[in-house]
């Protein structure tokens, strides 16, 4: 059974940095893109950096320079280094795992996807 968990949010003021991880148990295959999506409220979940299974990341435009997507194999967590944070940046994080061969920021689609973590705040005050 897959296992996604997000860890690592909270509220941090403007200009702060946050790191999300996100433990990853049982995911069967071994060639696999892994993402970072988030939802502010009322609005629609966005995708915000992706990682492939060979290390190629690519973001959205929003977050490119200030956020970093990162894997670490050997202890099975991916992670979001979030610098240079902003009020509009505030949403549920949430990870997700796919086994697309294409790891990029527009095929990267919720509904998807294999696996789905349940989430973790950040919130950011101006």
């Known amino acids: 059974q897959v296992h996604l968990v997000e860890s690592g949010g909270g509220s941090v003021q403007a200009g702060g940095s946050l790191r999300l991880s996100c433990a990853i148990s049982?995911?069967?295959?071994?060639?696999?893109?892994l993402g970072w999506f988030r939802q502010a409220s009322g609005k629609d979940r966005e995708v915000v950096a992706v990682?492939?299974?060979?290390?190629?990341?690519n973001y959205a435009d929003s977050v490119k320079g200030r956020f970093t997507i990162s894997e670490d194999k050997v202890k099975n967590t991916l992670y979001l280094q979030m610098n240079s944070l902003k009020p509009d940046d505030s949403a549920e994080y949430s990870c997700?795992?796919?086994?697309?061969?294409?790891?990029?920021?527009?095929?990267?689609?919720?509904?998807?996807?294999?696996?789905w973590g349940q989430g973790t705040p950040v919130t950011v005050s101006s």
């Open positions: 990682i492939s299974s060979e290390g190629s990341t």
């Open positions: 049982g995911y069967p295959y071994l060639s696999y893109c």
């Open positions: 997700a795992a796919g086994h697309q061969s294409d790891c990029g920021i527009r095929t990267m689609v919720w509904n998807a996807l294999d696996a």
